[in-house]
């Protein structure tokens, strides 16, 4: 009787359950039709794997071995994973407890123990096993609104392995991009360093049949050595940012190699997209916003503690002085709920609840300005791209008329109608447009890269109801 009494009442608490987290209203950003710079080439979706667009096999490849290898890649897999363990453990509270509890023991009283009876035996045994049922009443939403914060933090988690994975790819597509920038460079460097040289031989040889003066050997071979300096200059950039290659497909750079490889790198397509889903593909504005939910849920908690605490209690099972614990007759049990209620505190739980709320302020301010961060990565990559673009132009025509003028200027000298110095005054303008043009390029290519990590590289976040990253008002322009 007593049983059906104890159920009924967990049965009412459990119908009277409530949830005291607040209304979970994610701040919302009014967006504008279109991105300020470049505005009319972003519309659609970018595709994940977006190092494709370079069409480049060797660089899939890199991609595919940082995704198996990488440490920093495996240790955000872990964190991932011990936040899905604290989900599991959150989880246990919904459902009863069931532990045993067993002991064999022989014991003797002291004969002057105090209180000891005259007929209480010297020696006695202290055999017993118990099974004990616990089981926690969720009425306030304690236990739920844990549970939803385990989530939260578990999906933020998840959120941020993607973001992980993103940021090393992109920084293995930039490094790849600097290399193959720098194999460019070296190869305009010997080329250049070789058509130094015959100036060289060409001054030496004019010099020897005294048409030209000693100073223009001398400005031949400055040329000449301070080409071999930035011959080697750029091998050592370029032997660095091999090394970073090599770390970040999680293999020793000693034993590392790239080839060096002259033909230049595909400009990839542009990725597409629209302001209005820039949140939806962002995994670290996403994480942000799994923060910011479970902030919510966590004044529920902190709520939850001005109220009292109910559970039910059973334990069943047998003891004896010997060893007859399968006789019924030494069968035990006890059956009865438990309340737990605050009285005083000294102000303690306020101030949890108090912290809670701040925390949940904190949150949000970090979540609109991580949103904040999201328009301006883009917007300053694709700024950086419409200039760079222009730039590129300038200096690809600047680059043709330089290796125009000192291709005559050399022939000029040839002939005896032009000075060395207006040579090497040509052939080093020609250098440096050049290179600058190879520059350009290799920072078009970064910008290209920049921006699909500003847009999220075509993410999707996990399908779930209380994900509200895509609640954005649009504007039109109003």
Known sequence: ?????????????????????????????????????????????????????????????????????????ASAVARYDRSRAFLAVAETGLYPMLDFQGSLSENRQSDHRPLRGKDLPNHYGSNQAFGVVSYEFDIWGRIRDRIAIARALSQADQDLLDQTRLVLRAELARDYVLLRGFDQDTQLLTRTLKLYRDALTLTRSRVEGHIAPPIDTERAIVQVANVEAQIAAVAQSRAKTENAIAALIGEPASGFKIAVRQAPLASPKLPRSAPSDLVERRPDVAASERGLYAASEAIGVARSAFFPRFSILLTGGTQDTHIRLTDLAN???????????????????????????????????????????????????????????????????????????????????????????????????????ERAEI????????????????????????????????????????
């Open 331 to 433: 069968s035990a049990w006890s059956v009865g709920p438990e309340v737990s209620m605050p009285i005083f505190d000294a102000g303690l739980r306020m101030a949890e609840l108090d912290a809670a709320h701040a925390d949940y302020r904190d949150a949000d301010g970090k979540y609109r300005s991580t949103v904040l961060a999201a328009f301006q990565e883009v917007e300053d990559s694709l700024a950086a791209m419409y200039w760079l673009a222009r730039e590129l132009r300038a200096l690809s025509t600047s680059a043709t008329a330089a290796g125009n003028a000192s291709t005559m200027a050399l022939s000029l000298y040839r002939d005896g109608a032009a000075s060395f110095l207006d040579v090497v005054t040509a052939q080093d303008a020609a250098l440096s447009a």
């Open 1 to 73: 009787m007593m049983f059906l009494r104890v159920a009924a009442v967990a049965a009412v608490l459990c119908v009277a359950g409530c949830d005291l987290a607040p209304q979970y209203d994610p701040p919302s950003f009014t967006t504008p039709p279109q991105y300020k710079a470049g505005a009319n080439l972003l519309s659609g979706a970018s595709a994940p794997e977006w190092w494709r667009a370079f069409r480049d096999r060797e660089l899939d490849e890199l991609e595919d071995k940082l995704e198996s290898s990488n440490p920093d890649l």
């Open 439 to 478: 520059s350009a390029r290799t920072r078009v290519l970064e910008a290209n890269v920049q921006l699909m990590l500003a847009l999220g590289g075509g993410w999707r976040p996990q399908a779930d109801p209380t994900r509200q990253a895509s609640a954005m008002e649009t504007s039109n322009g109003k």
